[in-house]
């Protein structure tokens, strides 16, 4: 398949290592991923669904322990620990390797060593990078390959070159003691052990795309961040693209797919989706900042998404898609989700595979963070730039996360330092995308606290640098907040597709267009400036002033803990950010 050494010599020793009884090369052909299909229903790995309603799709359940990313089991192996920084765990690499190789050793016994090569980005595209996944996993193969371009292509595109990802993946017997999902960014390389789920071993994604990649980055003079891609075309017929980084389960691939509002798609309004998870962005040649989806498919949350919620997503997921922990419908042999619709299987089986009454039963039928793998291809809204090498131009960086109070529903930074600031105090609460308590605030920079591959402070430094290279043509950066909650805890913004409304003053500012007023945090819309065209019911005026009110006392407060989230950070922490922090205080004082 190739001649490259530095691939021959580290397969040879993954070979000596794991013992595999047979070795199979993915060549990207459909035969092949047929013949694998077949294997996995055979053994029950995967359960084949309703072919004539959704043609090539099927459903997997992983171990009920292993059903989310673990952040307590995963690694950033550096040679000094404080390049891992305070916000990573790190283990020493050689002792690291070695707990690693004990756990690995004999551990394909008896099984297939499946070879993975794979690019992230459209392959030989300038911003694409190789890796190569060895796996004891069909499901992993198969989700490899929807999730990534896969084949006998990227050896060619390889050539002898070294820069490529190494990716070793053991399932072993799935023990939650001994799983460990380890990143080694000085080697290029990547160990994960006793996990089948999705984010822990399909190691294109968090871990390289933006674990490796992250650091890759800082050294080679880009960014590889946790963003959705969205082009939005206005009635004038411009597109105009947009990033925007949340937090695992806060609306990236809903708001990467949103359905404009019925009087914005009278008028013209279109959306285009780039990516709904990973950005990685470069300087063009004309000096504006250009970002590239790596991936090849989305691997969305399926509870919640429904006709209403997400009509894209659903559509995307009809055919040629995977479905782990999600219930199934034994009737017709489909697959069903809380908040699919109001129309639960009698006759179901639950994502812990046991018989399930939708109708009568308490428990759920499908796992928070049960997730649909579907080719990007599939989504009707992809954009027509979805696969072009060089990406497409950001206007505006976006950041956002859920809270339930405090943050406004969207606020402009005062400037690209300013808007790196706002980034690295973003706070969240936590969802089920990890495994863990949910619902609890704490701060995620960027997005990125799980994915940052090297210390936090100096990748807040890269970003200031990068907006030092980009001047006066780099991004608009924003804050929005779609989780605002009212005295009873409802939702005070609609969200969905109404976020349009939101993209649309985001451009219009981008443009020097639309109205805002100062507050000490930044330029924030009065609610006259927000287009609510069709919603006057639905969202009140004196709503509208509740969720886009910047109360001093509150942001005080926020202070005094942004001042705490800092001190992690030490001497890595840029000047640039503690004089932002301490232009804060005083607009507030
Ligand atoms: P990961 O795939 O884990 O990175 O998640 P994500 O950021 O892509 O989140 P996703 O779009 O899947 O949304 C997660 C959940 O957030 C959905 O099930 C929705 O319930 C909720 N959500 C998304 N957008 C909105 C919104 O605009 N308003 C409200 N209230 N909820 C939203
Ligand atoms: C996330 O948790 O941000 C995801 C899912 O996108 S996973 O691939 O598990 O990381
Ligand atoms: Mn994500």
Redesign the pocket.
């Known amino acids: 398949m190739t001649n490259n050494q530095s691939v021959l010599s580290w397969l040879q020793k993954v070979k000596d290592l794991v013992k595999p009884a047979d070795v199979m090369w993915i060549d990207g052909t459909e035969e092949q991923l047929e013949m694998l299909r077949k294997t996995a229903v055979q053994t029950g790995e995967m359960i084949k669904l309703n072919q004539e309603k959704m043609p090539g799709c099927y459903l997997h359940r992983t171990a009920e322990n292993d059903v989310a990313r673990v952040e307590g089991r995963t690694f950033i192996c550096s040679r000094k620990e404080e390049d891992a920084g305070p916000t990573n765990h790190w283990m020493d690499p050689q002792k690291c390797y070695k707990m690693l190789f004990d756990i690995a050793r004999g551990s394909y016994a008896g099984r297939t060593m499946y070879i993975i090569p794979y690019s992230m980005g459209p392959v030989g595209s300038p911003f694409a990078k190789v890796g190569v996944e060895v796996t004891d996993s069909i499901y992993v193969v198969l989700n490899m390959s929807i999730m990534t371009r896969v084949g006998n292509k990227i050896w060619d595109v390889l050539g002898d070159s070294n820069d490529w990802v190494r990716g070793l993946h053991c399932k072993c017997n799935v023990d939650p003691d001994k799983r460990y999902i380890c990143q080694f960014p000085e080697d290029n390389t990547i160990i994960s052990v006793n996990s089948a789920y999705g984010g822990n071993v399909l190691l294109g994604k968090k871990c390289f795309a933006l674990r490796i990649a992250s650091y890759q980055g800082k050294q080679e003079g880009w960014m590889a961040e946790h963003m959705l891609i969205l082009g939005i075309q206005n009635p004038k017929g411009e597109i105009k693209y947009v990033s925007a980084a949340?937090?695992?389960?806060?609306?990236?691939?809903?708001?990467a797919m949103l359905i404009p509002p019925e009087g914005f798609r009278k008028k013209g309004y279109k959306i285009f989706t780039v990516g709904?998870?990973i950005a990685w962005m470069r300087i063009g040649p004309d000096g504006r900042l250009w970002a590239i989806n790596p991936e090849n498919g989305f691997?969305?949350?399926a509870?919640?998404?429904n006709n209403k919620?997400n009509p894209n997503a659903l559509a995307t997921t009809r055919k040629g898609t995977i479905f782990t922990n999600v219930a199934l419908n034994k009737d017709d042999n489909t697959v069903w989700w809380e908040g699919l619709d109001k129309n639960p299987p009698e006759n179901g089986v639950d994502w812990k595979g046991r018989p399930w009454n939708g109708k009568t039963s308490k428990e759920k039928g499908a796992h928070p963070n049960s997730r649909f793998t579907a080719p990007a291809k599939n989504c009707p809204c992809i954009s027509p730039e979805f696969d072009k090498g060089t990406g497409v131009p950001i206007s505006a960086i976006i950041f956002g996360g859920r809270r339930a109070q405090t943050t406004p529903l969207v606020y402009q930074s005062r400037g690209w330092n300013n808007g790196v600031f706002v980034g690295s105090i973003m706070a969240s609460e936590t969802?089920a995308?990890a495994s863990g308590a949910v619902g609890v605030v704490r701060r995620d920079p960027m997005a990125m606290l799980p994915f940052c591959g090297y210390n936090m402070g100096d990748y807040f430094a890269h970003w200031i640098e990068m907006g030092k290279k980009l001047g006066d043509k780099a991004p608009k950066i924003f804050n929005v907040n779609?989780?605002r909650l009212d005295k009873d805890g409802n939702?005070l913004?609609p969200?969905?597709g109404d976020?349009l409304r939101v993209l649309d003053w985001i451009l219009d500012r981008c443009d020097g267009k639309a109205n805002s007023v100062e507050t000490p945090i930044g330029y924030v819309p009065t609610p006259e400036d927000i287009d609510m065209t069709g919603l006057e019911d639905a969202v009140s005026p004196e709503t509208m002033k509740d969720i886009l009110t910047v109360d001093k006392d509150q942001w005080r407060k926020e202070a005094d803990a942004i001042t705490e989230h800092y001190k992690k950070f030490g001497d890595r922490l840029p000047k640039e950010l503690s004089a932002e922090l301490a232009a804060l205080k005083q607009r507030l004082q």
């Open positions: 949340f937090p695992s389960g806060c609306g990236k691939t809903n708001l709904d998870d691997f969305g949350i509870p919640g998404t919620s969802t995308a779609w989780f939702f913004w969200g969905f976020n």
